[in-house]
């Protein structure tokens, strides 16, 4: 075992993605406290990699990964954590590192933590927080063994300290990536032809207790009297009441709007992923104990349907 | 076809949680099933009835209320119900995908689909850890799903709206984020239908110990480090000053 820390940084197309430097940053506090490497991982083609605070980077530069591939990307890890033992293996809980962490995990029989917050060392062993129950739960975890896999929630950590120069070492891939089953085909880039709901000033968002399509009307209507446009959670969109573009969240858009006027989302952490930099947050809820609670500046427990309405007579 | 999903059935988040010692106290809580397992269900169906085939749901039974989320996924299209009699409310999904594993061997099985996440997944998913436990290829955050000849054409969706799609080598594992449409409703009268003639098949779990190997030192609601100045009054009131703040903000 060393006490190295390793982050596997997350790219498309070649631009790294904020998450990568934020773990980099992390991962340097906790290197330090055990007298250990923090090294950033890119696997990519044609990636500009000296651009991390790391200790060191090591990028795999082959064509087989210049895309996104869960098996090819996976047997790469997998060789990699085998060979150099790292005490800590850092990944994104996110499109790409959720295919990862747990197959790594199943595949070296070492533990894994998902959905972490945060990552701190107490009596010298590792203490992973985990935010778990759609956000209704922390749990502080200590994972045994001698190495760690922990999925790291994007915006957890800041980006600033994990920027730098550090120059990468560029190696071979450690194991042969022929025969792969996997094969990527296309890259299918955001659909047009709807409102670009990120450039919006005033966003009313609707989630799941919207209670059906046949009330998105009335959101619509809200909507038009406040000069803002409808966006939406992901089990909305899932449910097809609203079309894909309209999604905020991790799996959807990050959105930075002047208002987001909630009707009915919990706030889970994936879409607080997405939303939590608005400059006004009013959530309208029933449930009192919904985790949106704690990051609105204004909430009130209440019926959406009947608050909508009045608020119509009003505007 | 022979296609399966890997079901989870989970703590529900709609009521408080309450915590026993370091963990949910399972025996009061409601179990129901993961949301991106409809997802998958449904998926998993679209699939059998654009290339033929049986569906297969199998699920570990944590505290013996498996039956009705069987029946439910039997009367939207599934062919056949298998649950691991397990009686273990705080299986981690380590256990419980080996044991799924375990019993999906033996249904030599062309496409796996599991949701690709679970608010329970402490321990990471279920779905990538039986795709590693059966050596067998793992794609997640799925929204759409063609089959044919050995081969699945599948599109997984990235952040920021961007997505991509696979070619993969059958047998594999598709964590669905959502089906190629929305989940199909099944009629009340047809569920109990279902659960008066449907048979469930039962597995023993496979015990060879594998487990999360996370020792958890704390459960509890989050520390609050901020909380949403909370507007008081009825519907009426309540929309009064929300128009009041956004005239004040000039956002109304």
Known sequence: MSNDIFVIAEQMDGNLAEISFEMVGKAKELAAFWGGQAVAVVLGRSVSTNVFSSDSTLYIDDPNLAQFNPEAYGKVIEALVKEKSPRVVMLGWTATGMDLAAWLSARTGKPCVAYAKDLCIENDALVVNSQVYGGKMTAEVAPDGDMAIVACVAGSFPAETGRGTTSATQIASPISLDGLKTKFVEAIKPAGGDVDITGQDKLVSVGRGIGGKENIELAEELAGKLGAVVSASRPVVDAGWLPRTRQVGKSGLKVKPKLYLMLGISGAPEHLEGMKSAELIIAINTDKKAPIFNVAHYGATADLFEVAEAMLELL | ?252
């Open chain 2, 1 to 252: 076809m022979n296609i399966v999903v890997a079901i989870k059935h989970i703590p529900s988040i709609a009521d408080d949680l309450p915590v026993k010692g370091n963990n949910i106290d399972f025996d009061s809580v409601d179990f129901v099933l993961n949301e991106f397992d409809e997802q998958a269900i449904e998926q998993a169906v679209l699939v059998k009835e654009s290339v033929g085939g049986t569906v297969t749901v199998v699920g570990v039974d944590l505290i013996g209320e498996l039956d009705n989320v069987l029946h439910v996924a039997l009367a939207k299209g599934a062919d056949k119900a298998v649950k691991v009699t397990a009686d273990e409310p705080g299986a981690d999904s380590h256990v419980q995908a080996k044991w799924l594993a375990e019993a999906i061997k033996g249904l030599s099985p062309d496409l796996i689909f599991a949701g690709v996440q679970a608010s329970n997944d402490l321990d990471g998913q279920i779905g990538p850890m039986i795709a590693a436990y059966l050596d067998i290829p793992y794609i997640g955050g799925v929204s759409s799903v063609e089959a044919a000849d050995g081969t699945a054409i599948v599109t997984k969706e990235f952040s920021g709206g961007n997505a991509a799609k696979y070619s993969v080598g059958l047998p594999m594992v598709v964590g669905v984020q959502a089906a190629s449409k929305p989940p199909r409703y099944a009629p009340v009268s047809k569920v109990r239908q279902v659960a008066q003639t449907a048979t469930i098949e039962k597995v023993a779990p496979a015990s060879d110990g594998i487990g999360a190997g996370l020792t958890i030192k704390k459960m509890a609601p989050p520390v609050m480090t901020g909380h949403a100045e909370m507007i008081e009054g009825s519907s009426k009131e309540v929309a009064a000053k929300i128009v009041e703040l956004l005239k004040s903000k000039g956002l109304a």
